[in-house]
């Protein structure tokens, strides 16, 4: 069974820092492309971060480069969204999602596998 589990969410201040984890199993993702995505209260899911198969390629959303940084662990089957300088309006719930045609892309329909999702709050 495919799974994918989100970590590391949690409460923090503005300007903190949370590092989260996304841990694939049931089958070897080192070929699929990997992203971050959010869905803040009463809006939609949309794109954080995303990373292709091998880590050539990685694109942001405008609101969090700089500050984000995604990355794929050495065994290609976790992936990870170091969040730093964190504001309010970064609070969400954020999910990892998988792509098995291993090309990077932002589309949230392109990806197969998702996660539950992890809550995290920025306070003021």
């Known amino acids: 069974q495919v799974q994918l589990v989100e970590s590391g969410g949690g409460l923090v201040q503005a300007g903190g820092s949370l590092r989260l984890s996304c841990a694939a199993s049931?089958?070897?993702?080192?070929?699929?492309?990997m992203g971050w995505f959010r869905r803040a209260p009463g809006k939609e899911r949309e794109f954080v971060a995303g990373?292709?198969?091998?880590?050539?390629?990685?694109r942001y959303t405008d609101s969090v480069k700089g500050r984000f940084t995604i990355s794929r662990g050495n065994t290609k089957n976790a992936v990870y969204l170091q969040m730093n300088s964190l504001k309010p309006e970064d609070t969400a719930v954020y999910y990892c999602?998988?792509?098995?045609?291993?090309?990077?892309?932002?589309?949230?329909?392109?990806?197969?596998?998702w996660g539950q999702g992890t809550q995290v709050t920025v306070s003021s």
């Open positions: 049931g089958r070897t993702f080192s070929n699929y492309a």
């Open positions: 999602a998988a792509d098995r045609d291993g090309g990077l892309t932002t589309t949230i329909s392109d990806y197969n596998y």
């Open positions: 990373i292709n198969w091998n880590g050539a390629y990685i």
